[in-house]
């Protein structure tokens, strides 16, 4: 039997997009989804497009006031119950119907020996693709992004859930757990899972927490060499290409 996906979409005021998101899972080639749409009380036209939408599709959908886009996230987890959890945001959508399917049937990939199979998002504005395959290292300088992220049940299970702490990147300090586990198995794939809308939360925001706390998540789980190249490499050279660039916008302007 296929293994059950279950597709978790946190939405909030969502009603010019959410339908986009929705039909990019329900049109998916891939028979064995759960579609769970978490919505945090929106008070625009969201969840009447979604008791419409629930009576086309194969959509389960609760909306009530939460606490951001993580505890929305760990709602789903905990009613979810399919093997493979899928996160994709209500502004973003699938990048084809066979996704799933290209995955999960036509990969050749031993998925029950894996704890997370990830592949690729394209940059909308940009028209860009960001990903490749991550490590212990890649790590440290950037995360991937979770619109590209098939995580398997168990992991949560045993790491716990999103930490609500963190209102922007609850999901990188997630990620950094897991590389920093010896035992964790994680495969990259070269496809375009997502197409994603940099105009969304995370990319109009920063997490100010994960800013005062990064050096000691690193400290309290990578090598001293890990911490080093984290904590003082990294910042050290985003701040010079930062300078760069600034120098560049300066000379065409």
Do not use: C
């Not at 504005?125 to 890649?138: D, L, M, P, S």
């Amino acid at each position: 039997m296929l293994p059950r996906i279950s597709v978790i979409i946190p939405v909030f005021n969502g009603e010019h997009t959410i339908e986009a998101a929705v039909l990019s899972v329900a049109t998916q080639t891939y028979d064995n989804i759960e579609l769970l749409v978490m919505d945090g009380g929106s008070k625009d036209g969201t969840v009447l497009m979604l008791e419409r939408l629930s009576k086309i599709y194969r959509l389960q959908y609760m909306s009530e006031k939460d606490k951001g886009v993580y505890d929305a996230m760990n709602k789903g987890i905990a009613r979810a119950t399919g093997e493979w959890i899928f996160f994709l945001g209500a502004d973003d959508v699938l990048y084809d119907k066979d996704v799933f399917k290209d995955i999960f049937l036509g990969g050749g990939l031993d998925v029950k020996n894996l704890d997370i199979i990830y592949g690729d998002v394209l940059l909308k504005e940009q028209n860009k693709i960001y990903g490749g395959a991550f490590n212990k290292w890649r790590i440290l300088s950037k995360n991937i992004s979770h619109q590209a992220i098939f995580y398997n049940r168990a992991l949560f299970d045993k790491n716990g859930h999103y930490d609500l702490k963190y209102s922007i990147l609850a999901d990188y300090v997630f990620n950094l757990k897991l590389f920093a586990d010896k035992s964790f198995r994680a495969q990259h794939i070269s496809k375009i899972v997502t197409v994603f809308a940099e105009e969304g939360l995370s990319s109009t925001k920063r997490d100010m927490a994960f800013k005062k706390d990064r050096n000691s998540l690193i400290w309290s789980q990578y090598s001293l060499l890990h911490y080093l190249y984290g904590a003082i490499i990294v910042p050290f050279v985003d701040l010079i290409q930062k300078k760069v660039l600034a120098g560049v916008r300066k000379k065409m302007s």
